[in-house]
């Protein structure tokens, strides 16, 4: 009898197979892994967010996966880490924004709250849901970015990276960004911070 | 309590050992076995080094900081070297051992100049050389624990090359180690190949560049650095400087929502 069904949580309850699935089975399929750079910059009027798109577990999985995550019409969501854990919880807080547009009658999600719905979330998995995100947005009260890592702590940021090759894009943007920045200036600083961790990482 | 390879059968059996060293009697006197550790632990250390090689030369740099842990003790220590007339040299990790090479260097071109033979060491040969000494220190459970950058110039070609505490060893047209390795040498690849010949000013921009983005992100680097250039002229070593750092942004870091 697992504790954890009945309050929520974690389910646990098929532990005791898979470990008896392990004694048997020599190739226990693995959660897919995102060695990733991901990036945002705040600019003049809004917010751009880029991305990689590499998959890997031991081998590239997937050449051309997609690591920006539609959260509002407009808010978006970068994700590093486990693939699966990004997607869900940006599906998940992208209901939860709608219920709540919905409810209350808000033409536009404030970006604040998606980073307060992932964080929460987050926290109470204790860092077991590995997400490493970059939520960004514009809206009424001005355009926004947030960070949050897996354990749920989040930044106010004119500009973050996440990801194995954060090192490498912030460098980029570290020696390129300034105040009120042109959406073509912040574009291209964005690009070449990608393909910074591209080239340089993984 | 004895140091290095040691059986004690007795405590003080046959007299006491010349140059030995003894706790007092009553305390622990088994005997100590296995290597000994302390040379596992680097203690005041140096941060990111970094190297490019431009148009008819070579420049290192590195800033001035020896950390001790966290604490950012010694602000003005040297992290670079001129070997000889064609050759410098930059140490990034435990600078103790960065100070017994630099002796130990210093002493081997004075050694070298005396045989008056009109040579002097190659760049590629004091590259060799340090190779097999922190191979060698490193299959012996004592290395100088270091990252090496070394820089040359001679009959014509740039010499760049890397060697770490466990002997690892390579060329390349930029080097970067420690926390450059992950945040300098991005940059200083993709300048070289926007701009493969790159002359003695720009190396020294694109440096002072990355150096600068180390200040902003690297906890233990400090704002204060030293190039070494070598070219066909000899060895210069610069005055230090520091680079001006841009918190303009600051105000836009607020709280975390």
């Not at chain 1, 699966?84 to 604040?112: F, H, I, Y």
């Not at chain 1, 920045?181 to 393909?195: G, H, K, N, P, W």
């Not at chain 2, 040498?185 to 150096?211: V, Y």
Request: glycine share 10%; hydrophobic share 40%; proline share 4%.
């Amino acid at each position: 009898e697992f504790p954890s069904s009945k309050y929520g949580g974690f389910d646990d309850s098929n532990q005791l197979r898979n470990m008896e699935l392990s004694k048997n089975l020599s190739n226990m399929p693995k959660a897919r892994q995102t060695g990733t750079t991901i990036c945002g910059l705040v600019f003049n009027g809004g917010v751009v967010l880029g991305a990689d798109t590499r998959a890997t577990g031991e081998q590239v999985v997937d050449k051309n996966c997609k690591k920006l995550h539609y959260v509002a019409p407009n808010i978006y969501c970068a994700g590093a880490g486990t693939a699966a854990d990004c997607r869900m919880v940006a599906r998940s807080v992208s209901s939860q924004l709608e219920l709540l547009r919905l409810e209350t009658g808000q033409t536009k999600s404030r970006v604040v709250s998606a980073t307060t719905l992932t964080r929460r979330h987050l926290f109470q998995h204790q860092g077991m849901i590995e997400a490493a995100l970059i939520i960004g947005g514009v809206d009424n009260v001005g355009a926004y970015l947030y960070p949050i890592a897996p354990h749920g702590s989040t930044d106010s940021v004119p500009f973050a990276t996440q990801g194995s090759g954060m090192l490498a894009a912030m460098s980029v943007i570290e020696s390129r960004y300034k105040d009120n920045l042109t959406e073509e200036e912040a574009v291209q600083i964005c690009s070449d911070a990608i393909l910074a961790g591209v080239f340089n990482d993984l | 309590m004895a140091a290095g390879f040691c059986v004690q059968d007795e405590f003080w059996g046959n007299g006491p050992r010349p140059g030995g060293f003894y706790s007092t009697p009553g305390g622990q006197t088994a005997p100590q076995y296995g290597p000994a550790k302390h040379t596992l632990h680097p203690m005041t250390t140096g941060t990111s080094v970094l190297g490019v090689k431009f148009d008819g030369g070579v420049v290192l740099a590195a800033d001035m900081l020896g950390s001790y842990g966290s604490l950012a003790r010694y602000r003005n220590i040297s992290r670079v070297m001129k070997v000889n007339n064609t050759t410098v040299l930059a140490g990034a990790g435990d600078y103790a051992d960065y100070q017994f090479l630099k002796e130990v260097l210093d002493q081997k071109i004075i050694d070298d100049e005396l045989l008056g033979d009109g040579h002097s060491f190659s760049p590629k040969a004091i590259f060799s050389w340090l190779t097999r000494v922190m191979y060698n220190r490193r299959t012996r459970f004592n290395p100088l624990w270091n990252q090496m950058v070394i820089g040359g110039f001679h009959k014509g070609e740039a010499f760049l090359g890397y060697v770490d505490k466990i002997g690892v060893a390579y060329e390349a047209p930029s080097i970067a180690t420690g926390l450059g390795a992950y945040m300098a040498q991005p940059l200083l690849r993709d300048a070289i190949e926007k701009k493969p010949n790159l002359t003695h000013a720009d190396a020294l921009a694109l440096l002072e560049r990355c150096l600068k983005v180390l200040f902003y992100r690297d906890a233990r680097s400090f704002n204060k650095f030293e190039f070494v250039t070598v070219t066909e002229a000899g060895v210069e070593i610069q005055k230090p400087k520091s680079a001006d750092a841009d918190w303009s942004i600051a105000h836009l870091i607020k709280g975390y929502e």
